[in-house]
Structures are given as C-alpha cells and as structure tokens.
C-alpha cells in the first residue's frame, strides 16, 4: 500500500470464495462493494483478504492495513460475512480479533459488521456468541425493527426508511413521519450474540426475528466506538440467496423440507437489503 492509493472505505473480507456461487456473483468482498454501488456510493472501496490458512501472506495484507491507516487512508471499515464460526480459534480469526481490539476499536473511524462482521465485533466488545439453538435462519426473513433505533440523533435509519410525511388528523399544519417497523433481509447464520456489550460501550438493537433476538446494533452517542452491525446479508440478492440455499441444501446441511420452505419464502418476500445498503453508506459518509 502506497500513498498513491486514495483515501477509501477498507472491505475486510472474511471469507474465501464459495464454489458455485462466487463465480458467478464474486465473493463476500465483491458484494459488499456491489451493495455500496447500487448505493450510489462514489468513495472507492478496497478489499483486504483476511481469512486464510497462509500466515504469511495473511501478515502482508495486515501490513499493508497498518500502513494505510498509518497514511490516514481509510474513511471506514466493513467487515463481511463468513462460513466460519466467530468463536473458532483458527490463527486467522485469533489474528482479526486481535486487530479488532488492538487497533480497530481505537480509530476514530465508522465500522460497519454483516453477519460473521457482526458477530466477532460484538465479541471484541464482550459479547457471547454461540449456536443458536433454534437452528438455521436462512434465506429472506422478516425482521421486526426496534423503533429506538429512529430516537437516536443522527442515525441514518430515519432518511432511508422513512415511508412518507403526512398530515396529523388533528393539525393540518403539523407533519408526522411514517416509518417502516418491518424489514426483509437475506439471513444465512446458525451462531448469535446474546446480548448487547456491557456498560462502557452503550449499543441499541437495530430489531429482532423469531429465531434471532438481535439482529444487529448501533452505538449510541456516547458510546467511544462508532459502530453499526446487521445479521443479516443485505449485499445478498434475492438471486445469490436462491444460489446459496442450493448450496446449503447440496451440501447437506438442510432437509429438502427447509430448502424448499426458505425457497418459497425467498421468492415470496421482497428482498430490501437495498434499503439497508444506503444506511450503510449514510453512517460510513457522516
């Protein structure tokens, strides 16, 4: 990494590339960056390879991190999702875990986690993770949004989940917003937190499913990190979550019944991770 490089958003990727899926449709990386475009994101964003059995190259790509967060390089951090379970102890994931706290968490610097992101940051700050006992939560499912999430002063929910601005019924001249309470998100996780981190770092759960308690976070404005995070894919398209069902089905880690449920619920439900795309680039830009 040089200087000659522009200041840019860091794409932690945290996963290689999935068979018959990413050659298709790229890796967790490359749909991250294609969410942030549908966005109409115009910063460049940069990927950086940290899952891998290959220290050595692994050291590399964090050196080639430090120096551009040395050159003061890198706007924002998101760090993807990823087949591995946040709670391995493989070198890799003890090496991020160690950037995470050593490093990431002292930069002033907003931070984005899609599903492994989320979980293995909200471990950094003291969470437990684990198995979720309810199972798989996969393909696209209803997530019931915690309404605090709009309370917080300048959250980037309200802008890009706001339905409309109507009169009151009671005074013509007086505006009330209608925002959404729901949202469908591409799910693929069978690990979660239990809960939000303890005093210090003061968090609000962006919402809850059935199988899932807290789908996500954001920081308040007196917590000392700037953090938003999301179980869920929204960089998954309704068509990389039919392949990525396939997948999961073929490789024998769900039933034909489930694969054929969460297909016809996957096809049913409006896939609004869109949505989700532009709050992401809103927190990375403010």
Not at 266 to 277: A, F, K, P, V, Y
Request: net charge negative; aromatic share 8%.
């Amino acid at each position: 990494m040089t200087s000659t490089v522009p200041k840019h958003i860091a794409v932690l990727v945290l996963d290689t590339p999935i068979p018959n899926v990413a050659e298709k449709y790229g890796d967790f990386g490359d749909n991250t960056i294609d969410l942030l475009s549908r966005a109409n994101n115009k910063a460049p964003a940069v990927k950086y390879q940290l899952c891998g059995e290959d220290e050595a190259a692994l050291d590399g790509v964090y050196l080639q991190l430090h120096a551009a967060i040395a050159q003061d390089l890198i706007s924002g951090f998101i760090l993807t999702g990823s087949r591995s379970n946040a709670f391995d102890e493989t070198p890799w994931i003890q090496k991020l875990e160690e950037f995470i706290v050593l490093t990431l968490y002292k930069l002033p610097v907003p931070i984005v986690g899609i599903c492994f992101g989320h979980q293995i940051l909200a471990k950094g700050l003291g969470c437990k993770i684990g198995r979720n006992e309810l199972g798989w939560e996969i393909g696209i499912h209803t997530i019931e949004l915690n309404q605090e999430i709009f309370k917080l002063d300048h959250n980037p929910f309200v802008s890009n989940l706001l339905l409309a601005t109507t009169n009151t019924e009671e005074d013509k001249s007086q505006k009330k917003q209608i925002i959404l309470d729901h949202l469908n998100l591409v799910e693929f996780h069978q690990d979660i937190i239990y809960g939000l981190p303890s005093k210090g770092y003061e968090m609000v759960s962006i919402g809850s499913t059935v199988k899932c308690g807290i789908q996500g976070m954001i920081s308040k404005e007196t917590c000392p990190i700037k953090l938003l995070t999301f179980q869920g894919h929204p960089e998954f398209t309704t068509d990389i979550a039919l392949d990525m069902l396939k997948s999961k089905f073929e490789n024998g880690l769900i039933t034909e019944a489930e694969y054929e449920k969460y297909k016809y619920q996957t096809t049913s439900l409006n896939n609004q991770g869109d949505l989700i795309g532009r709050v992401i680039l809103n927190f990375l830009s403010t």
